[in-house]
């Protein structure tokens, strides 16, 4: 199995955010998982990424189980993240981001993330390299001195995209990638995915919109108040009764 969850549990006080999950990702395909408004989704995100500890359940990932280790250690082991609302330095560059971002997803020591050491230097031109590299792969050729809080919605989100990528992951999973853009960009961003995936990328996708989930996932697990309430095909899902409930809020 490359990357499952075993009765993945997380509870905040008295809620039960996510809820005994068990799910397996398809390597090498776009894996979606779809959901109303607090259905966990995040939460799921957060505890496979080492950002929540869960209070129960284990995640493994190639026969090693990385529940609880943090999130650089989880981050070099392959797996990358984006999150639901991009949080770049808005004031810094494009390059800068990516490359701070990638600092700050390996390094356990914030120092050493913020500031070059001369030990880091040398790790640091490497590290720029990579960075044109992918962001060039994500559509962003000559953007890198552009400041962020100066370029697109859009061009944010394939920022974020870029410095996940910068840790040369084996799975990505993307948070809402294509939240609060428009639909041409949206294809866009859904021709990226699929780039993303034909470079052997496996991808884990949360997704609101059903016209890009539905084209682009091989595979859909539905969560609702927590718990899985239907894993499917695209056609299954959209005829699946239970789920046509959770959206009308049953
Ligand atoms: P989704 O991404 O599906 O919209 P979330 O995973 O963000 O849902 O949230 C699931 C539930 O867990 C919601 O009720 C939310 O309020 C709650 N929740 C999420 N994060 C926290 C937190 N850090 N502390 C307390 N409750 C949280
Ligand atoms: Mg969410």
């Known amino acids: 199995m490359f990357l499952e969850t075993r009765q993945l549990t997380k509870q905040f006080g008295g809620l039960v955010a996510v809820d005994h999950v068990n799910f397996s990702v398809e390597k090498g395909k776009i894996n979606a998982i779809i959901g109303p408004n607090g259905a966990g989704k995040s939460t799921f995100f957060n505890l496979i990424s080492g950002f929540y500890p869960p209070s129960s359940g284990q995640v493994m990932f190639k026969g090693q189980d990385i529940t609880r280790l943090p999130p650089n ?5 392959g797996i990358a993240r984006t999150f639901q609302t991009t949080h770049l330095f808005e004031q810094a560059n494009v390059l800068d981001n990516v490359l701070i971002g990638f600092r700050l997803r390996t390094k356990s020591n914030l120092i050493d993330a913020l500031f070059l050491t001369k030990r880091l230097k040398r790790e640091e031109e490497q590290s720029k390299e990579k960075a044109f590299e992918v962001l060039k792969f994500v559509g962003l050729t000559n953007m890198e001195n552009k400041i962020v809080a100066n370029i697109s919605q859009e061009e944010k989100k394939r920022v974020a995209i870029a410095l996940a990528l910068a840790t040369e992951p084996e799975i990505i999973f993307l948070d809402e990638p ?19 995936v034909q470079h052997n990328i496996t991808v884990c996708l949360i997704e609101h919109k059903m016209k890009m989930v539905m084209n682009l996932a091989h595979k859909i697990m539905v969560l609702n108040h927590g718990k899985k309430i239907a894993e499917g095909t695209p056609e299954e899902i959209q005829n699946n009764e239970t789920v046509i409930k959770a959206y009308l809020g049953g």
Do not use: W
């Open 73 to 77: 250690k989880i981050a070099k082991l």
């Open 178 to 196: 294509a939240a609060g853009i428009n639909p041409e960009e949206t294809e866009g961003l859904a021709n990226l995915i699929e780039k993303i």
